[in-house]
């Protein structure tokens, strides 16, 4: 049976659209403070420009509370609220169900020859899930109403 070899990782930042369900990625070399930055500066420019309102639930990883990183989340105040989950609370972010469901079909008990391979792996189920009309994933504007209301 082949084997890797070594346990080669892919971080990968992730956003998920409550509303809509809609999986945004970015795939990097290493996880720190500077990709998480160029992250939400992705998503703040190019997906959630024309929002009036953009919430963030992020949990807390060191990454999430860099200097950089507050400093920008202040600068886009009002427009952008950051919700901080509670911690040790992984049940309570929607997008750690979604990191399970995607290592269960699309990486779990694989071979991967190379990490592009794995890479394509995960952008593969990232996209098919996105073209999904219904999924998991999506939240009920119900049931995310209080969360933003106490916000």
């Known amino acids: 049976m082949p084997s890797a070899g070594q346990n080669r990782r892919v971080p990968v930042f992730g956003a998920l659209d409550a509303v809509s369900g809609e999986v945004t990625a970015l795939l990097t ?4 403070g500077a990709d998480f930055l160029d992250f939400l500066k992705f998503l703040s420019g190019k997906h959630y ?3 009036e309102r953009v919430y963030l639930f ?3 990883c060191s ?3 860099t200097r950089a990183v507050r400093e920008f989340l202040q600068s886009q105040r009002p427009r952008v609220r950051v ?3 509670a911690a040790y ?3 309570l972010n929607l997008i750690e169900r979604f990191w399970g469901h ?5 990486i779990h008990n694989y071979y991967f020859q190379t990490v592009e391979n794995l890479e394509d792996a995960i952008l ?6 996105n073209r999904q009309l219904d999924h998991p994933f999506r939240l009920n504007l119900k049931t995310v109403q209080p969360l933003l209301a106490a916000a």
């Open 29 to 32: 070399a290493k996880k720190c």
């Open 49 to 51: 420009a024309e929002q």
């Open 58 to 60: 992020l949990d807390n």
């Open 63 to 65: 990454i999430h509370h």
């Open 83 to 85: 919700i901080w989950n």
């Open 89 to 91: 609370a992984p049940n």
């Open 102 to 106: 995607l290592k269960r079909s699309a």
């Open 124 to 129: 593969g189920a990232i996209h098919s899930i």
